[in-house]
């Protein structure tokens, strides 16, 4: 993820605006909103480091992944698209990327041999997956199970809740199609980013929220399974230790808050696995 909040400022300010008659304090609250966003652009900056290379074959109590290659076994086929959350964006090991974590804790639930392939790229929008989906089907044969994790630089860009929804909702029909199980972390809260200022903050918030709802009602018709990653629970953890749950950043996670988003998405993910006619089945829990 990165910030891009102008676009988001300027509409967010025409709707805040939009309830008061008085000019003077409209041109106030607009030029309020627009330094907001300088000052969280200024704190956050854009990272252009590169997520920990993660891909490989996990297997149950290995510490280390097998590189993949033609002819090395696998049992199920784990595959991550979306944005620098899903890359794993702030980590400095590649044990704290979320796929990884995935991965890993799959493999130690289910007994088999899993194989992390990652297709997410960093600063990525909804537009984004159909070219990481066509990357997919150009590279090999689908994944077993895909986990898409995407929504908040729809946010910071401003880009249309109902159009996000719906190029999610094509990713994971694409995926479903192919006959790989999907399961999609909905768009993180961002008014727990303390960086961004109040107001603008709670602007933020709230698309945050009404994209996270739209994203999981396109899930769920495209028979995926939405996990809401900006959950009151999730939120209120956030913010009760953002210097411990953020990167260095302030807006990425940090090894501590992937391990905390990659809590909400595994049980899901280890359940669907469980589920899937035709998938191996796990034979313990974590």
């Given at each position: 993820?990165?910030?891009?909040?102008?676009?988001?400022?300027?509409?967010?300010?025409?709707?805040?605006l939009a309830g008061s008659g008085a000019g003077t304090i409209s041109w106030a609250t607009y030029r309020l909103l627009m330094t907001q966003a300088g000052?969280?652009?200024?704190?956050?900056?854009?990272?252009?480091?590169?997520?920990?290379?993660?891909?490989?074959?996990?297997?149950p109590g290995a510490q280390r992944p097998e590189p993949w290659r033609t002819g090395?076994?696998?049992?199920?086929?784990?595959?991550?698209?979306?944005?620098?959350?899903?890359?794993?964006?702030?980590?400095?090991?590649?044990?704290?990327?979320?796929?990884?974590?995935?991965?890993?804790?799959?493999?130690?639930?289910?007994?088999?041999?899993?194989?992390?392939?990652?297709?997410?790229?960093?600063?990525?929008?909804?537009?984004?997956?159909?070219?990481?989906?066509?990357?997919?089907?150009?590279?090999g044969p689908p994944p077993d199970a895909a986990v898409i994790l995407v929504g908040?630089?729809?946010?910071t860009k401003k880009h249309s809740i109902r159009a996000s929804a719906r190029r999610l909702a094509s990713a994971v029909a694409r995926l479903r199609a192919a006959d790989a199980l999907v399961v999609v972390g909905t768009c993180p809260?961002?008014?727990?980013?303390?960086?961004?200022?109040?107001?603008?903050?709670?602007?933020?918030?709230?698309?945050?929220v009404r994209l996270a709802k739209a994203q999981t009602m396109a899930t769920t018709l495209a028979d995926g399974i939405a996990v809401p990653m900006g959950s009151p629970l999730v939120a209120s953890e956030f913010r009760a230790a953002p210097e411990i749950l953020f990167a260095t950043d302030g807006f990425h996670p940090s090894a501590a808050g992937y391990e905390l988003a990659a809590a909400q998405l595994l049980p899901v993910l280890i359940a669907a696995v469980r589920n899937r006619p035709g998938l191996p089945v796990a034979h313990s829990e974590t």
């Open positions: 993820m990165r910030v891009g909040l102008r676009a988001a400022v300027v509409t967010g300010a025409t709707t805040v000052a969280a652009r200024a704190v956050i900056g854009r990272d252009t480091s590169k997520p920990p290379e993660a891909d490989g074959v996990y297997a090395v076994p696998s049992d199920l086929h784990l595959m991550i698209f979306g944005d620098s959350t899903a890359a794993g964006l702030g980590c400095l090991s590649a044990d704290d990327v979320p796929g990884v974590r995935l991965a890993r804790g799959l493999a130690e639930a289910s007994g088999l041999r899993v194989r992390l392939s990652t297709k997410a790229i960093s600063g990525a929008t909804s537009k984004g997956l159909a070219g990481q989906v066509d990357a997919m089907f150009v590279a908040a630089n729809d946010i809260n961002l008014g727990t980013v303390t960086a961004i200022q109040q107001p603008l903050r709670t602007v933020v918030a709230n698309w945050s």
